[in-house]
């Protein structure tokens, strides 16, 4: 085995010593504070059953190509057409995963007198696309309208097109954006909104933002849905270019029929069955906000009224021995550390879910409060 080089060896160090090394993390049988299967889709027996009914149909282990190939198996036709309806979009085309699909499309669609005006804390897929892209692409302030208009000032007369880009749930925060002033503002100045959805699909049912105000949207299934894969919806236009320019959906195996059939399955149980599981989930929502009230232990919170609850905690350090304390009592909250948040913007992150009980989360912010106060 050859040697491996100093360089990389360098770069391997100087995470270690911020306190920033990342290593993969064995199951967890602790109490649920980490995972994004907010409303419990992923151990639902409900939905594995009718998954193995809809793949008895097509009983096949591998999808034995890409989409353009052979890959392109007829579970994803009527897919596209349940999710397309759920989401009242002209079409969905799916993709392996949230990341193939951000990669995709911002890679492929903004051209080179093109300008992407994203929000400062997009995710990091939509950034990796908008690398491999030609368009120049600028950040505005993180849910500032009045810095996306500034940008806007500045662009709009010398872009052939502009699109918005932002997030309907932000992964790291938990807030949203104000969405109808900025569909207002695509409207007034002839520019294109695309919104990621990931964490608000499922849990704010088809999501927080609307096709009529959006050239793209962007969903997730790996969140609230509980499955793997994902879509991007808009017009016959976009999902016709997507299929011809997108390399992350042109240039890789197609999802198995059983990826497939999950998500119809959980789209199936999301209209038919899961108004209980969001109920559950807005209960334990509305008692951990009101539990960081009373405890004063809000000021260290960003405000959300999403499944996830950030609290600040600048330093790597710090926060990592907080995470491990909070998983020593049996609760399972995850550090998330610099450099995937800014330095000084270290948190720990609180996912809520549907199965939460009110005594674990009281339990948790019991804890929470010994540590911090």
């Given at each position: 085995m050859q040697n491996f080089p100093e360089s990389l060896a360098k770069k391997l160090q100087a995470r270690k010593d911020a306190s920033a090394f990342r290593i993969l993390p064995a199951y967890s049988s602790l109490v649920d504070f980490s995972s994004n299967d907010y409303l419990g889709f992923s151990r639902n027996n409900t939905i594995a059953a009718n998954a193995v009914s809809v793949l008895a149909q097509y009983p096949y282990n591998g999808a034995t190509g890409s989409r353009l190939i052979s890959g392109?198996?007829?579970?994803?036709?009527?897919?596209?057409?349940?999710?397309?309806?759920?989401?009242?979009?002209?079409?969905?085309?799916?993709?392996?995963?949230?990341?193939?699909?951000?990669?995709?499309?911002?890679?492929?669609?903004?051209?080179?007198?093109?300008?992407?005006?994203?929000?400062?804390?997009?995710?990091?897929?939509?950034?990796?696309?908008?690398?491999?892209?030609?368009?120049?692409?600028?950040?505005?302030?993180?849910?500032?309208?009045?810095?996306?208009?500034?940008?806007?000032?500045?662009?709009?007369?010398?872009?052939?097109?502009?699109?918005?880009?932002?997030?309907?749930?932000?992964?790291?925060?938990?807030?949203?954006?104000?969405l109808a002033e900025m569909a207002g503002l695509c409207s007034e100045l002839k520019c294109r909104l695309v919104v990621d959805e990931a964490h608000a699909?499922?849990?704010?049912?088809?999501?927080?933002?609307?096709?009529?105000?959006?050239?793209?949207?962007?969903?997730?299934?790996?969140?609230?849905?509980?499955?793997?894969?994902?879509?991007?919806?808009?017009?016959?236009?976009?999902?016709?270019?997507?299929?011809?320019?997108?390399?992350?959906?042109?240039?890789?195996?197609?999802?198995?029929?059983?990826?497939?059939?999950?998500?119809?399955?959980?789209?199936?149980y999301l209209q038919r069955e899961a108004d209980t599981n969001r109920s559950s989930l807005f209960s334990n929502i509305s008692n951990f906000k009101k539990l960081l009230k009373e405890s004063d232990l809000g000021k260290y919170f960003i405000s959300s009224e999403s499944a996830i609850h950030c609290a600040v905690i600048p330093g790597n350090e710090r926060v990592r021995n907080l995470a491990a304390n909070l998983q020593e009592q049996g609760f399972d909250v995850r550090a998330i550390l610099a450099p995937t948040v800014p330095s000084g913007q270290e948190r720990l992150r609180f996912c809520l879910h549907s199965y939460n009980t009110h005594s674990e989360i009281e339990a948790v912010i019991k804890q929470l409060m010994l540590h911090l106060q």
């Open positions: 392109n198996h007829p579970l994803y036709s009527d897919a596209e057409q349940l999710i397309a309806k759920y989401h009242d979009s002209e079409t969905a085309l799916i993709f392996n995963s949230g990341y193939d699909a951000n990669i995709g499309f911002f890679s492929s669609v903004p051209q080179k007198n093109d300008i992407v005006l994203y929000d400062e804390f997009i995710h990091a897929s939509i950034r990796d696309g908008m690398r491999l892209g030609n368009a120049r692409a600028y950040k505005f302030k993180h849910n500032s309208v009045e810095s996306l208009k500034s940008l806007l000032q500045k662009f709009r007369e010398s872009a052939v097109e502009i699109y918005i880009v932002t997030e309907s749930v932000f992964s790291m925060d938990g807030d949203s954006p104000n699909v499922g849990v704010f049912g088809s999501g927080l933002a609307t096709n009529s105000d959006c050239f793209a949207r962007i969903v997730t299934f790996g969140k609230a849905l509980g499955c793997h894969g994902a879509a991007v919806f808009g017009s016959v236009a976009l999902k016709d270019y997507l299929v011809n320019f997108a390399r992350s959906f042109i240039y890789t195996t197609a999802l198995p029929p059983h990826s497939v059939a999950t998500i119809i399955a959980s789209y199936d």
